[in-house]
């Protein structure tokens, strides 16, 4: 009877526990408090920090209960992950709720989103620069997208043993917009700046509506073909939404789909978060430069902007730089908070919406052309 319990506690996770289980299951739970006290991302973070707690149950190797067993059910949606199939999926819905009204009103707005790309390409130099292999700087500079859907499916082609802390990094700083924005956009605007009014947009024509995310997908992916999977599921949804035709599956497409997506990502990039596997030095280095990362694409929408009003007759609130990284629709959000700060009647986050959604196609893009320069 005595060796049946010893051989029982032998198989549990008591037995079997690890110092670095227990730190992860630590954060799955901080994450899980940030996504329902704080509401930082709750549809993201809760099913993250949950699956960080799926994955740190030590088991007994064998069972097929390991994320990283071939023939465990979580493998088996962590498929999904490795093979970049949920991010495409995630996209659709995303182009399916997104509306490009003010981009279309005010192009210029768009090389907002392209100037808070610097963050990426200045980060993957930093990468190198500490001994990172390319591809892994590729994966790591792309976290100053702040789009968790593309560094995931760029780390699944370049680095996908890189997946966990990479898309943990990401989605982190994305729910911590509202923390991490701030500060650096007081810090490189006047109050003067902050307080300049933005014009109300004209009015676009539904036929532009239409037609802007087939002229969009066909310039982009002409000019970075290995964003295909990403924008074309993008741009797919948006036309969805404004064809009205289609509104029963761009309403499953920004609803029901990219809900399911986003569950079985979130529940498997936690679980591949396994203590033993994720706690290493690298994982430090790569949330060190994630966060490097995110602070440069920051400052550099909002210094691109300030650059532009010198030859702008009529002036941008240089505020909306902030909105180019791609956390749609958070730093927008941030973008409006911190103005009406100085100017409870200002109302900028109309204006950040255009150089937000730009954002989400320039991300796409660069990482189009990281992963065609890694191949």
């Known amino acids: 009877m005595d060796a049946l319990f010893i051989e029982f506690y032998h198989n549990t996770g008591f037995y079997l526990w690890d110092y670095r289980y227990l730190i992860m299951i630590v954060v799955g739970l901080v994450f899980i408090y940030l996504g329902i006290a704080k509401d930082y991302e709750p549809l993201l973070l809760v099913p993250i920090g949950f699956g960080i707690l799926m994955g740190n149950i030590p088991v007994f190797q064998g069972l097929g209960l390991s994320i990283y067993e071939d023939n465990s059910v979580l493998h088996y949606l962590y498929f999904g992950v490795t093979q970049g199939i949920y991010p495409p999926l995630i996209f659709l819905g995303i182009g399916a709720m997104t509306d490009f009204s003010t981009l279309l009103a005010r192009p210029i707005l768009m090389l907002l989103g392209a100037a808070a790309q610097t963050g990426i390409f200045i980060t993957f130099l930093g990468a190198l620069a500490l001994g990172f292999a390319p591809n892994e700087a590729s994966s790591i500079g792309i976290i100053g997208g702040a789009d968790g859907p593309t560094a995931i499916f760029l780390t699944a082609k370049l680095a996908p043993h890189l997946i966990g802390p ?56 002409f000019l970075a073909p290995a964003a295909l999977p990403l924008l074309g599921m993008l741009c797919f949804g948006n036309l969805l939404k404004e064809a009205v035709v289609t509104e029963r599956l761009a309403q499953t497409a920004r609803n029901a789909l990219i809900d399911t997506a986003t569950i079985l990502l979130g529940i498997t990039v936690g679980a591949s978060t396994q203590g033993d596997i994720f706690l290493v030095p690298s994982s430090v280095g790569i949330f060190a430069l994630g966060a490097l990362s995110f602070s440069i694409a920051t400052a550099s929408g909002v210094l691109f902007a300030k650059v532009m009003n010198l030859f702008l007759k009529t002036k941008i ?59």
């Open 166 to 221: 990479i898309a943990v990094a990401a989605y982190s700083y994305m729910a911590l917009v509202p923390v991490i924005q701030p500060p650096i956009m007081r810090l490189l605007t006047s109050r003067k700046e902050r307080l300049i009014r933005m014009e109300e947009p004209r009015e676009v024509t539904k036929r532009e509506k239409i037609i802007f995310p087939i002229v969009a997908f066909l310039l982009c992916c």
């Open 317 to 375: 609130n240089p505020l909306l730089g902030a909105a180019g990284v791609s956390a749609v629709p958070d730093s927008a959000r941030v973008v409006q908070m911190v103005g009406q700060k100085e100017d409870p009647t200002n109302f900028l986050l109309m204006h950040a919406m255009a150089p937000n959604v730009s954002g989400v196609i320039g991300s796409a893009i660069a990482a189009g052309v990281l992963w065609s320069l890694m191949a």
